[in-house]
T-cell receptor, first 113, second 116 residues
Framework: KNEVEQSPQNLTAQEGEFITINCSYSVGISALHWLQQHPGGGIVSLFMLSSGKKKHGRLIATINIQEKHSSLHITASHPRDSAVYIC???????????????FGKGTLLTVNP | NAGVMQNPRHLVRRRGQEARLRCSPM?????VYWYRQLPEEGLKFMVYLQKENIIDESGMPKERFSAEFPKEGPSILRIQQVVRGDSAAYFC??????????????FGQGTRLTVV
């Protein structure tokens, strides 16, 4: 069974700071997902990656398959980035769906103006 | 093209009643996934459906819970005889294909079920 751990659980930053959220998992995976959830709101898929690095605007996600570790970075953070960030591991497929994910508990990010 | 639509957004049921949660996938998507987010816990996979088929229900409780995705209409997650422990946010997601080929899944806003 895959265990997905995120750190930190809570993170408070000042506007403009560089943010890093970490995610580690215990078994081999085919992909790692980063999701964003605003309080009381829906879930938005930010990234799905299986190797290397992806960038979208001020968001950067990296993954190290050998170390079973991924990071989500936010550059020039802004109060509107305040949300829960969730990583989810997609296990190696055996004919099933890639969305039978194992989720971390999330990191609550608060960016103060 | 509207996103994944879930309704109702909020649902209150008394213990013993039935809860029906609906999910309309994005246009053209035939793969639907349901997840549950219990208070203070992470999301957990419940079930994966294609049109008229349940592909993987390994995350679904064996009793009282059922899901369907008919040929026409939304996917339905049904909880019979609800108990307080069923109170949670239920999210569905849909995708065009199920493969790990870069296909993105789109999530709905969730239905927040409260059992009183």
């Amino acid at each position: 069974k895959n265990e997905v751990e995120q750190s930190p659980q809570n993170l408070t930053a000042q506007e403009g700071e560089f943010i890093t959220i970490n995610c580690s998992y215990s078994v081999g995976i085919s992909a790692l997902h980063w999701l964003q959830q605003h309080p009381g709101g829906g879930i938005v898929s930010l990234f799905m990656l299986s190797s290397g690095k992806k960038k979208h605007g001020r968001l950067i996600a990296t993954i190290n398959i050998q170390e079973k570790h991924s990071s989500l970075h936010i550059t020039a953070s802004h109060p509107r980035d305040s949300a829960v960030y969730i990583c989810a591991a997609e296990e190696v497929k055996s004919g099933g769906s890639n969305y039978k994910l194992t989720f971390g508990k999330g990191t609550l990010l608060t960016v103060n103006p | 093209n509207a996103g994944v639509m879930q309704n109702p957004r909020h649902l209150v049921r008394r213990r013993g009643q039935e809860a029906r949660l609906r999910c309309s996938p994005m246009k053209g998507h035939s793969h639907v996934y349901w997840y549950r987010q219990l208070p203070e816990e992470g999301l957990k996979f419940m079930v994966y459906l294609q049109k008229e088929n349940i592909i993987d229900e390994s995350g679904m409780p064996k009793e009282r819970f059922s899901a369907e995705f008919p040929k026409e209409g939304p996917s339905i997650l049904r909880i019979q005889q609800v108990v307080r422990g069923d109170s949670a946010a239920y999210f569905c997601a849909s995708s065009l294909t199920p493969g790990s080929d870069g296909t993105e899944a789109f999530f709905g806003q969730g239905t927040r079920l409260t059992v009183v």
